[in-house]
Nanobody, 128 residues
Framework: QVQLVESGGGLVQAGASLRLSCAAS????????MAWFRQAPGKDREFVAS????????EYRDSVKGRFTISRNNAKNTVDLQMNSLEPEDTAVYYC?????????????????????WGQGTQVTVSS
């Protein structure tokens, strides 16, 4: 079992930046793919970005490419999401996720069913 704790959400204006961070309490953190998902009110949870165990491979949903950057620090057991040029459509609760059941997967997953550990979420609100 792993505990994932997100931080860094808040209320910002369109065009601003935020950096989300997720701290993981698991000794095997450096073996597992990590990801960020989000869920807006009345909508399904959707994939935002994922990163391989090594940090060398990343995936993004199309609407955030060029604006968001996912990164990880395996020495600190953290994964971050740098969000620039935020838009009102980015408003959602953002969740950190870990593919705890698999190790050293070369390409990070992009679907929620492939992640088995989730944080409680952090709210991001972007005003126009």
């Amino acid at each position: 079992q792993v505990q994932l704790v997100e931080s860094g959400g808040g209320l910002v204006q369109a065009g601003a930046s935020l950096r989300l961070s997720c701290a993981a309490s698991v000794g095997t953190f450096n073996r597992h793919a990590m990801a960020w998902f989000r869920q807006a009110p009345g909508k399904d949870r959707e994939f935002v970005a994922s990163i391989s165990w090594s940090g060398r491979v990343t995936e993004y949903r199309d609407s955030v490419k060029g604006r968001f950057t996912i990164s990880r620090n395996n020495a600190k057991n953290t994964v971050d999401l740098q969000m620039n040029s935020l838009e009102p459509e980015d408003t959602a609760v953002y969740y950190c996720a870990c593919d705890l059941s698999r190790s050293w997967i070369g390409h990070p997953p992009t679907t929620s069913s492939e992640f088995d550990s989730w944080g409680q979420g952090t709210q991001v609100t972007v005003s126009s």
